[in-house]
């Protein structure tokens, strides 16, 4: 069965830094693309950033580049979302999902999501 | 990036309702386009892919169809587990875009 459980979230002043983490299990995760997926609170869903499998691969929605970097970890089948200089407009619930087909990440969508991580931004 | 218009922003059915939610895309998608059914307090779910590909433990009440740029989602016979917010998502393009979302309500 496929798991992800999202950890890191909680509260933050405007202009520090976060970072989130999702541990992954029941699939081989350095097959799969994976991506962070946000929500505000009673908004609706936000693509933040994908990886492609082996990490050689990146992309990022306009309002975090330069901000948020994702990465993984194959070996510790771990990805990851670093949040710099967080603003209160990047307060959301952050959701960790992979995608449904292996090594790709464009047409692609994603299948299976973790609970999601509260992360709130104020000061 | 491909913007998704989906309409309504809210249903009011009543049970055993038909019920249909529309996206429409700013260009063509060429039916790379999912639905997600999403419960309060809940992560997404997915239903549907591929323009009308059911997932595994989808209720046959749950269609999708369409092509191009416009596209839609239906509930037959709704039931009371089906109140839930629902959204539409295009793949075809990176960045992948979701609709602003339709909540369905009970009458």
């Known amino acids: 069965e496929v798991q992800l459980v999202e950890s890191g979230g909680g509260l933050v002043q405007p202009g520090r830094s976060m970072k989130l983490s999702c541990a992954a299990s029941?699939?081989?995760?350095?097959?799969?693309?994976m991506a962070w997926v946000r929500q505000a609170p009673t908004k609706g869903l936000e693509w933040v950033a994908i990886i492609s499998y082996d990490g050689s691969s990146t992309y990022y929605r306009d309002s975090v580049k330069g901000r948020f970097t994702i990465s993984r970890d194959n070996a510790k089948s771990t990805l990851y979302l670093q949040m710099n200089s967080l603003r209160s407009e990047d307060t959301a619930t952050y959701y960790c999902?992979?995608?449904?087909?292996?090594?790709?990440?464009?047409?692609?969508?994603?299948?299976?999501w973790g609970q999601g991580t509260l992360v709130t931004v104020s000061s | 990036d491909i913007q998704m218009t989906q309409s309504p922003p809210s249903l009011s059915a009543s049970l055993g309702d038909k019920v249909t939610v529309t996206c429409q895309a700013s260009q063509n998608i060429n039916k790379y386009i999912a639905w997600y059914q999403q419960k309060p307090g809940k992560a997404p779910r997915l239903l549907i892919r591929?323009?009308?590909t059911l997932e595994s433990g989808t209720p046959s009440r749950f269609s999708g169809s369409g092509s191009g740029r416009d596209y839609s989602f239906s509930i037959s016979n709704v039931e009371s587990e089906d109140i839930a917010s629902y959204y539409c998502l295009q793949f075809d393009n990176l960045p992948d875009t979701f609709g602003a979302g339709t909540k369905l309500e009970l009458k």
């Open positions: 029941g699939f081989t995760f350095s097959n799969y693309g």
């Open positions: 999902t992979r995608l449904a087909m292996m090594v790709l990440i464009t047409s692609n969508w994603f299948a299976y």
């Open positions: 591929y323009t009308s």
